[in-house]
């Protein structure tokens, strides 16, 4: 039934606004805490990815719309604080498709969270790598593609693992399967 | 709620399976090449190729500056304000890449059998 496919009602407009400004405070959060781990990842784009706990979380307990919305405004608020111009041009492009492909296959009921996640972080940064090969003429995609894939698959595993013994604490009113 | 499904083991697995089977076909061509340079690309277009035996310091343009030394190549300068290129762990192999996204620079090893045949003096460093 299609009323049940709804996300749980969790008052009202202002409830939500208020919410989602405090996920959206956390999300960037999350940003900064990212932006201050000493670890030098051997190659660009490999990261946690902290905020996407935060996204992930707003796609199960709103919808998809409000995940778009919410993860364009970190990867360009994120960007302006802690990151530069060239953060905003590859996040940007791989937060947005991997929120995609993670809404898509989450509509298809087939996979949990952690699937849907590990999915979303191998996305990201497909996309990702995209956007450097329109960008760069010349960079090397066979050699970064399935190293950076490999890193999102992991991010987005342990991102999704997270976020399922989260989300139903946040709120008990989800009834995720 | 459960944390897992099987069919999230199922699609992690076929995730991974996909790239781990890319890097392997990777290693094996970089096993077939032995001889290797250092090739220069800015703005997509070659700006030159050096052999790693000889220790050097290339100035890339303005705004990049790499060195070869002890057959190692590394970004020692770079202007841009990310710095993930000079940070980038050295490279000394067949299919080491250091990439400089903003200003569109690649530092690559690749084969060098073809100018070791030919003997042309490209494979001298220009």
Partial sequence: ???????????GTTTKTAYLG???ALAILMGYVEAIIPIQMPMPGMKLGLPNLVIASILYLYSWKEAVIISSLRVI????LFGNMFSIAYGLPGAVISLLVMAILKRTDIFGI?????AGGTAHN?????VAFFIVKGFPVVWYLPVLMIAGLIAGTLIGLADA???PRINPLTHLK | MRLLRKTDIL?????AVIPVCMLAFNMLSAMNHTETKLVIVKDGEIYGTYRLTEDRIIEIGATNTCEIRDGEVKMTHADCPDQICVHSVPINRYGGTIVCLPNRIILSIEGAE???????PDAVAR
């Fill in chain 1, 165 to 167: 013994l989260i989300i």
């Fill in chain 1, 114 to 118: 952690v699937g849907v996640s590990a």
């Fill in chain 2, 11 to 15: 699609l992690i697995a076929i995730l």
């Fill in chain 1, 1 to 11: 039934m299609n009323v049940m496919k709804r996300p749980p009602y969790r008052g």
């Fill in chain 2, 114 to 120: 073809d100018t070791k045949d030919t003997d042309t």
């Fill in chain 1, 77 to 80: 608020v994120i960007g302006f």
């Fill in chain 1, 22 to 24: 405090l996920f959206m």
């Fill in chain 1, 126 to 130: 497909m996309a990702q790598t995209a």
